[in-house]
């Protein structure tokens, strides 16, 4: 199965109706009534080699999987001609000077609200986090007052607040009032040792949970969870660079220089959207050379999800799955997590090894159903007593498609 989104925006600028956001009770975005997983880029291009967003780049995007960019002004129509969607900026309230500022956001909401690709608006960036203090960027106040205005002149576009991964449940909660889609943007992908730099603490890392493995990602997805409550959407800001690129090239050490992997970059993709993310979107990609290992992995994964975007869009199923594990030697901390979706007679077991260490298990609960394949790898499991039984590598990811 292949995404169909460009299908729904194939149509010229200047003839296609606006798109209408909205979300489900589980979360799930709908764009003019269609539950939509959203697989998103903060870029379209690179500053190496392609700075400036192109027809091409945006093409690229949408063949590899991609639904939505962020984009402004020209950029929008660029978009669009792709079958892409776009998110663009509507702005806040300055609490000192609320006249001026409430006049630029209907400035900036009212230059895009009636545009064929336009999806989503976007608040500020990382508002209750400013780098090591306590003290909030921006209030909630400025967010909370500048949504009503946004809504009025634009109830068919979704705002959307990312958070840093920092900040108590209960002050990102505060933002609610003034957002619909909560996220937050995590890059756990890190060599160690590097230089004490913005947007990371004294360690050196960017996340501050006692977990620091690849796994951290779907904690904090669950944390964000908290934050948004069952029904509002969250999505996930996936790693796309090397964190020693962000430094200046003559400050640059080349052994710091370490991308995800297409692997790594997997498993954070899965298990986010194991945990409860209803979409994904990767930033730092405009500081990553393209062509590259790195930026031909992303592109790889995001044409994987985008390829079950069906089964993910669908709601949760009512199937009871447990584990029971085979003993390798090792202990087991967290394990096989996993997702099941039901879609079009077939049920679909998304499942990531959250753990440092290999495991094996066999999964069960799944009566009823009697053959199994194990998607983009190219083999099959039996399905004895109700069950499976597979082996993980460390931080893995396995999909099944089950068959009655």
Not at 39 to 53: D, M
Not at 113 to 127: G, I, M, N, Y
Not at 286 to 308: H, M, N, Y
Not at 394 to 403: A, K, T
């Amino acid at each position: 199965m292949t995404v169909a989104m460009p299908a729904l925006f194939a149509a010229g600028a200047a003839q296609a109706a606006p798109l209408a956001t909205a979300y489900d009770d589980d979360g799930a975005i709908t764009v003019n009534g269609k539950r939509t997983l959203i697989l998103g880029s903060y870029y379209a291009g690179n500053k190496y080699t392609a700075p400036e967003p192109t027809a091409e780049l945006y093409a690229e995007l949408a063949e590899a999987g991609f639904n939505l960019v962020r984009a402004n002004g020209a950029n929008l129509d660029l978009a669009h001609a792709a079958g892409l969607m776009t998110w663009t900026d509507a702005g806040t309230i300055k609490l000192d000077d609320r006249e001026k500022s409430a006049q630029a956001i209907r400035d900036n909401v009212n230059a895009v609200k009636d545009h064929p690709s336009v999806a989503f608006l976007e608040t500020v960036d990382e508002p209750a986090w400013t780098w090591m203090k306590a003290e909030a960027r921006i209030p909630a106040q400025a967010l909370a007052e500048a949504y009503p205005i946004i809504k009025e002149l634009d109830p068919n576009h979704l705002l959307y607040t990312n958070h840093a991964p920092t900040n108590l449940v209960r002050t990102l909660q505060e933002y609610n009032a003034g957002t619909d889609i909560v996220a937050v943007d995590i890059y756990p992908v890190n060599p160690g040792g590097l230089k004490h730099s913005y947007a990371l603490f004294e360690d050196a890392l960017q996340g501050d949970l006692n977990n620091t493995y690849l796994s951290q990602v779907g904690e904090y997805t669950e944390k964000m969870r908290r934050v948004a409550g069952p029904n509002r959407p969250v999505f996930m800001v996936l790693q796309g660079f090397a964190w020693e690129m962000l430094t200046d090239e003559g400050e640059r050490r080349q052994e710091k220089i370490l991308y995800p992997t297409y692997e790594e970059s997997r498993f954070m993709a899965f298990q986010s959207l194991i945990k409860g993310a209803n979409g994904l979107i990767y930033w730092g990609t405009f500081f990553t050379p393209q062509p590259s290992d790195c930026w031909t992995g992303i592109k790889r994964v995001v044409r994987e999800v985008a390829d079950l975007a069906g089964p993910l869009a669908e709601r949760t199923a009512d199937v009871t799955l447990s584990a029971d594990y085979h003993e390798l030697g090792r202990s087991v901390d967290d394990g096989v997590q996993w997702l099941v979706k039901a879609h079009q007679d077939k049920l679909y077991v998304f499942t990531c090894n959250a753990d440092k260490n290999p495991c094996k298990a066999t999964l069960s609960g799944l009566g009823g159903w009697t053959s199994c394949r194990v998607l983009n790898e190219d083999r099959a499991l039996p399905v004895e007593n109700g069950g499976i039984t597979d082996t993980w590598r460390r931080f893995d990811v396995h999909i099944y498609e089950l068959s009655r």
